[in-house]
């Protein structure tokens, strides 16, 4: 469980750090790959298997360069990520996910720019 707990904690990493780089600082190809990842780690967990849906539609939108799109769905995985971080138990990465949910929020709204 600790390699577990590790990987995400990397992931959010990885991603506050591709997402604090702005639009512009990141390719959809590197989007793609970063939702795959993410796609790959929710589905370990019953309880954040349901989050794999709304990652598919955001890798599908960046795959077709569809930037509307993937300004909504990345304005509600905001959402959705701030409910999975009001709902985790303390030190499960609580804090970080809600990092990542203003993140993600941050980010799209600079799309929409």
Not at 18 to 35: D, K, M, Y
Not at 51 to 74: F, G
Request: aromatic content about 2%; hydrophobic content about 40%.
């Amino acid at each position: 469980m600790a390699h577990h707990d590790q990987k995400i904690q990397t992931m959010i990493d990885d991603t506050l750090h591709t997402l604090g780089g702005g639009a512009p600082a990141t390719s959809p190809e590197h989007g793609v790959n970063l939702v795959e990842d993410w796609i790959a780690i929710v589905r370990t967990n019953v309880n954040t298997q349901w989050v794999a849906e709304p990652l598919a539609k955001l890798r599908d939108a960046l795959d077709s360069n569809n930037i509307r799109e993937v300004e909504r769905v990345m304005r509600d995985l905001a959402g959705q990520t701030e409910d999975l971080a009001n709902n985790a138990a303390e030190g499960q990465n609580k804090q970080e996910l809600r990092n990542l949910a203003t993140a993600i929020r941050d980010f799209a709204q600079g799309m929409a720019k």
